[in-house]
Each structure stands twice: as structure tokens, then as C-alpha cells.
């Protein structure tokens, strides 16, 4: 019986050894400087979203700071019928630089709480050329980099990273750029997997679907 016990201790400990070295905790990172994460970024991969629904490629995101503290939201993509853009703010939340709140809803919606949505960084470049955005919920995910390509090997780590945080990667959409050539759409490969991808290294969007 006591042998049982023991056996019975060891493997719990095992399981739980195991279960902390595969996965990683889903929150802000603990600083980022705004301003050096200001500028354009490219979008790489995402998760379904319903108001990126008509982008079909070259997805770009802007950021500039505000004299009062918030940050100006530039958003642009390729569509069936041509470029879209749309422009929101975001704002700081409970004094923590990563843990932020976008709004793309009209001024004078500001005071509803379902206007704004979290937008966390939970991983970043410590060169700011990458960054990789979550939420609470873990219903969101934005893979971006400074350049319209990633490196595949960068690009499967993050990803893996994200499956640790427990976000549902099997479906991220990978996001070419403009003049990416018309090609099946591929889904993302386990992390021992090369992904499918082109000759720049990433793969084309996927049709988005919506529950």
C-alpha cells in the first residue's frame, strides 16, 4: 500500500512537472515603452475576427501616440473591393503600458464598457520587430512584425507560445501581404511541422468563418 502511495505521489508530481514546463501564463507583459511600439506594424496571423471579415490580405496597423496619453488606431486592409481602413484609439488600462483597450465605435459611445475591447501584448520583440496580442478572454490573437514576412521558425515558436497560453491556434489565419499570388490556404502545423507556406514565408488567409 505504501508502495502505491509513492508511486501515486511520483506520477502526480510528474504530470504536474510536466504540465508547468508546456505551458505559460496569459497576461501583459510586465512593461513596454509605447513609444518605441509605435509605428506600423504588419499583421502575419490572427485568429477569426469579425470586423477583419472582408480583409483578405495586406492587414496594417499604425499607432501614434497622443499629448493626452492614449494612442491613435490606424487600420487598413485589402478587400474584394479595395483598400479599407477605419481609425480608433486606444487607452491605457489599470496603469499597465501591455494591458490596453481599443475602441472603434464613435465618441460618443466612449462611456459603454462594450465599446472598448482588451487589447493585451503578450509577447514582444525586445527589439519591438515582433509582437504577439491576446486578450482575457483568449478569443483574440495578432501575430505582427515591423516587416509583411516572418521567419517560419519565428513564426511556429510564437505560435507555439500562444497554444501554451492556451489560445485555440488551430485556427489562426496566416495574413499575406497584397501581392501575395493566389494559393490554397493551409492551416497551421504542430510545432515539430514545417507550415505551408511562399516564397515569402508565410501562408495565405483562410476564409474567415463565424459562429
Not at 514546463?21 to 509605428?39: C, F
Not at 501614434?64 to 481602413?85: E, F, L, Q, W
Not at 459603454?112 to 482588451?118: F, I, N, V
Amino acid at each position: 500500500m505504501r508502495m502505491f502511495c509513492r508511486l501515486l505521489i511520483v506520477a502526480s508530481m510528474a504530470i504536474a512537472w510536466s504540465a508547468a514546463a508546456t505551458s505559460l501564463p496569459n497576461r501583459p507583459v510586465p512593461s513596454l515603452d509605447l513609444h518605441r511600439y509605435a509605428g506600423q506594424w504588419h499583421e502575419i496571423a490572427r485568429l477569426p475576427m469579425y470586423f477583419e471579415r472582408k480583409c483578405l490580405d495586406a492587414v496594417i496597423a499604425t499607432y501614434t501616440p497622443n499629448p493626452d496619453g492614449t494612442v491613435h488606431v490606424h487600420n487598413t486592409c485589402r478587400t474584394d473591393k479595395g483598400r479599407m481602413s477605419v481609425d480608433g484609439v486606444a487607452r491605457i488600462k489599470d496603469d499597465q503600458p501591455a494591458a490596453l483597450e481599443v475602441r472603434f465605435a464613435p465618441a460618443w459611445l466612449t462611456w459603454l464598457p462594450m465599446a472598448w475591447a482588451d487589447y493585451w501584448v503578450i509577447e514582444v520583440d525586445p527589439d519591438y520587430q515582433w509582437a504577439v496580442i491576446g486578450s482575457p478572454s483568449r478569443k483574440h490573437l495578432w501575430i505582427l512584425s515591423r516587416q509583411p514576412t516572418m521567419d517560419p521558425a519565428l513564426l511556429r515558436t510564437l505560435v507555439e507560445h500562444s497554444r501554451q497560453r492556451g489560445y485555440p491556434v488551430d485556427r489562426l489565419m496566416m495574413t499575406a501581404p497584397a501581392d501575395a499570388p493566389a494559393r490554397p490556404a493551409g492551416s497551421v502545423p504542430p510545432p515539430d511541422a514545417s507550415p505551408p507556406v511562399d516564397d515569402r514565408g508565410i501562408n495565405p488567409a483562410a476564409p474567415e468563418t463565424h459562429e
